[in-house]
């Protein structure tokens, strides 16, 4: 299995608050992702990074920031959260040696009441 | 943007059927993954196949990029089997397909 770890697993957390995802890999990959799954929409792609300090949005950026300041470690923050934002969130990992081909950590269950 | 679209969205079997999975996308790509969920939530990947033909074990996958659709086949299946199974497809940005959801019966 690829090394990578997401915390908390688990959060509830109220409307307004700031919350922030880890996600950390011992592959060195170079490519990190971050996800969101909700029913019916499978997982939408966030914010993804292509190196330290090097990011893009996805397909459902908006009230995401991300930031990447070591290789091994990519941060998912929800500045103000909402209640749209409860889901689960994925991270993944990628290398370019790979073709991309892509390995998941095992979800953070967010609850924003 | 690329669109991804899995059929069946459900499907149930009894233990030792086969099945097909299909996945379908709008425009050509380079890279195209099928994953399992399992009911534990945890995302397995099966197979990275931006074409041709796969197989690993009882399962086995086939995609024709000029035709723009893959397809996963699950032979004799079993009770493991069941869950959420998903295409993907792109490099970064990577598009995923809503999915198919498969339970099989004891």
């Given at each position: 299995d690829a090394g990578i770890t997401q915390s908390p697993r688990h959060k509830v957390t109220e409307t307004g608050t700031p919350v922030t995802l880890r996600c950390h890999q011992t592959?060195?990959?170079r490519y990190m992702y971050w996800y969101r799954q909700d029913p019916g929409h499978g997982l939408r792609l966030i914010h993804y990074s292509y190196g330290v300090k090097d990011t893009d949005k996805g397909e459902?950026?908006?009230g995401y920031s991300v930031s990447r300041s070591k290789t091994e470690d990519f941060l998912l923050t929800l500045e103000s959260a909402t209640s749209s934002q409860t889901s689960v969130y994925f991270c993944a990992i990628s290398e370019l040696d790979t073709a991309y081909e892509q390995y998941f950590g095992p979800g953070t269950r967010l609850t924003v009441t | 943007g690329i669109q991804v679209e899995q059929s069946p969205p459900d499907l149930i079997l009894q233990e030792g059927a086969n099945s097909t999975l299909r996945c379908n996308f709008s425009d050509s790509v380079n890279n195209l993954q099928w994953f399992h969920q399992n009911p534990w939530g945890q995302l397995i990947n099966l197979f990275y196949i931006p074409s041709g033909t796969k197989q690993n074990g009882r399962l086995s996958a086939t995609t024709v990029a000029t035709e723009r659709y893959s397809l996963l086949y699950i032979s004799?299946?079993?009770?493991?089997?069941s869950g959420v199974y998903f295409c993907a497809v792109g490099s970064p940005p990577t598009i995923f397909g809503a999915g198919t959801r498969l339970f099989v019966k004891a």
């Open positions: 592959e060195n990959h459902v950026s908006d | 004799s299946s079993q009770t493991t089997d």
